[in-house]
């Protein structure tokens, strides 16, 4: 009877059917065959089973069949109990879930918010229909929307792949502009916009004529490459607009992260597509003019080259199917009109070069500056300074005198600076004076608002000397004049170079040195003069690096100058890199050096012969100007340099070294 009430407790606890109150009235009673009836009626057994248990006359065995019957429905309980634990644990954190979310659902529609799920995976649908897209991004976009309906609306994955689809479905897959002008019309467009820059106006031309012909003509890849301010990012906007498409642009300075090209893998986290999708999308057109500009200026670490990356962007047959790392889709990029700018090829890995065509910017002659600043500068620097036309005017004079005094640049924005810098004074005097009175610029006007001129025009007219050379170099900002001096002293045979020259111009002083010892005699030096003197080799502003192979002829001629004795003209200015036997090898950026003399006064240049060429480059104005004159040898050159003067005497250089001849053999 105990046995049987402590089960029968155990059991009203699991089973939570029968009345907790019911477990007193069995705990008192006393009698067996009343505990045997009334625990029976409680079980949760059939009736059967109920009716052969109280058949049972003998009381022992009837208590012991209904402990044995209530025991195993004790098992039966514990089991249930456990599984149903179990259910409850995984089933509760999805009602959660599901709870919280219908919740927010309720709260959004009660506060008037109509962005629902389900209406949003309409929208996609509807939108994914309506757009032309590559067979690949249709299949790609329904297996993201599937993938989207499956999960819960507030996830974290489901805003990525919401995110994914926008991208895909906002690119312009189809999206184009149509040019709507003439062959003719879109030359005036161009020149309208500048001034000279023939050989790039006659490409697009030609690029938009042979379009008018093939129905799809693929993208051409131009590279500008000049100094500074010669308007290499502004012909790009000028043929946006003559070939009626959209202008984008991406500075290219200084970035090193291979992503920033190719965009980033969806697995991190804030992935973006790279700057080339981002920026088409942004234009909403799939072939815009896309300007990148500083493609020089590309630098890599770590993180990727960037530049191996723009080698399928750039790449006329590889750009068909371009992928980004985010869309993970080919992307046709071959309908873009590419335009690179660079200040100088050399920092261009030579792949990407190759992949591009170049147009080289040289700068632009005294003439073309003027007609610059007439026709361009002046009207924007006036309309930008609040000024009309009658407030103002420059004479031409005043303009030369700017050119010439104020700027020594390749391209026109010191020259726009300068301008600007009129402009803003003449403004603060009509706004101080309250007169609406012309102010004239005049040349001799101009220190009054520019101050003291900052460079002397043909300063190179200077009396001729000897040991000093005029060079014509190339640096990154156009061509510039080099002077190269050279002196002798009593000494012990050493050559001494000063002027912070890299090796490449060391090199070239050594070798100038060597040719003229071994031709000591023919030049009627005496045979060991070297022995006794020291040579100093210096090019002026020593704070200045310089490099390069195309000073040795100068050098040369220095050096001859300071042992012959003989004066080198003033207004000759030469270039090119000589052998040991005396050949001179040609050398690059004719067309800079040039314009460089020109700029500077000279008027007689000496060019290594194999560079004649080059001149169909250099504007015919100022091949007019200038007497150019073509040297295969360093004595043709050494007869042009030096002074024919009849006084001339012997020169005794230290105690024993003589000049037996003034003449060069």
Known sequence: ?????????????????????????????????????????????????????????????????????????????????????????????????????????????????????????????????????????????????????????????????????????????????????????????????????????????????????????????????????????????????????????????????EAEIRGHRRTYIGAMPGKIIQLLKKAGSNNPVFCLDEVDKLSSDFRGDPSAALLEVLDPEQNVAFNDNYLDLDYDLSEIMFITTANVLQTIPAPLQDRMEVIRIAGYTEPEKMQIAMQYLIAKQIEANGLVKENIEFTKGALLKIIRQYTREAGVRNLDREIASICRKVAKEIVNNGNQKKVVITSKSLSKYLGVPKFHHGETEEKSKIGLTVGLAWTEVGGELLSIEATIMEGTGKMIMTGKLGDVMQESVQAALSYIRARAEQFGLTKNFYKKIDIHVHVPEGAIPKDGPSAGVAMTTSIASVLLQKKVRADLAMTGEITLRGRILPVGGIKEKVLAAHRGNIKTVIIPKENERDLAEVPQNVQKALKIIFAEHIDDVLKIAFVQDEEEIRVTVASDVSISSPSVN
């Not at 059967?48 to 309980?77: C, H, N, P, T």
């Not at 993208?219 to 009626?244: E, F, H, Q, W």
């Open 1 to 257: 009877m105990r046995s049987i009430k402590e089960s029968f407790e155990l059991y009203l606890k699991l089973s939570k059917k029968i009345h907790v109150e019911m477990l007193g009235t069995v705990v008192a009673i006393e009698d067996a065959s009343k505990l045997a009836d009334v625990v029976i009626t409680h079980l949760n057994v059939k009736l059967e089973d109920k009716q052969k248990i109280i058949e049972i006359f003998d009381i022992s065995e009837r208590l012991e069949a209904i402990y044995s019957l209530m025991l195993s429905e004790i098992e039966i309980l514990q089991v249930e109990e456990k599984i149903k634990r179990r259910v409850k644990k995984q089933m509760e954190k999805t009602q959660k879930d599901y709870y919280l979310n219908e919740q927010m659902r309720a709260i959004q529609k009660e506060m008037g918010d109509k962005d629902d799920f389900r209406n949003e995976i309409n929208e996609l649908e509807k939108r994914l229909k309506q757009k032309k897209m590559s067979e690949e991004a249709v299949k790609k976009v329904k297996q993201e929307i599937k993938k989207l309906q499956m999960m819960t609306p507030m996830s974290a994955e489901a805003t990525v792949v919401r995110n994914y689809i926008d991208w895909v479905l906002d690119m312009p897959w189809s999206e184009k502009t149509e040019n709507k002008y003439t062959l003719k019309e879109s030359e005036t467009i161009l020149d309208e916009d500048h001034f000279g820059l023939k050989k790039v106006k006659e490409r697009i031309i030609e690029y938009l004529a042979v379009q008018s012909l093939v129905k799809k003509n693929k993208g051409s890849i131009l590279c500008l490459v000049g100094p500074p301010g010669v308007g290499k990012t502004s012909i790009a906007k000028s043929v946006a607009r003559a070939t009626n498409r959209k202008f984008i642009r991406i500075s290219l300075g200084g970035v090193h992260d």
